[in-house]
């Protein structure tokens, strides 16, 4: 091996790794433009599923709402009174 091989900070070494990891385009420009298309499509497709899901999402839980009638207590108008006091912390049985 030589002295080169295992310098990091080189900038052939670099380059070759910037080559390595880095998308590829083709160099033909019919491909280029029919994959950019294809990959816009895919994204498009992407956002619609997702906001169909959602949308069904979001409908579903309102049926389901509706069908079991939640609610958490009925409203009646009536208002609870109450008394409150402040307890001291000694005061309270330690478990």
Do not use: N
């Not at 998308?23 to 499509?41: E, F, T």
């Amino acid at each position: 091996m030589t002295v080169h091989a295992f310098r990091f900070h080189s900038h052939q070494f670099q380059s070759r790794v910037r080559a390595a990891f880095g998308p590829r385009k083709p160099r033909h420009r019919v491909l280029r433009i029919v994959l950019g298309v294809l990959g816009l499509a895919v994204l498009a497709g992407l956002v619609v599923v997702g906001a169909v899901v959602g949308t069904v999402m979001l409908l579903a839980g309102l049926v389901l709402r509706q069908v079991r009638g939640l609610r958490s207590r009925p409203v009646t108008g009536e208002v609870m009174s109450a008394e409150y006091r402040v307890v001291d912390s000694r005061h309270l049985p330690r478990p």
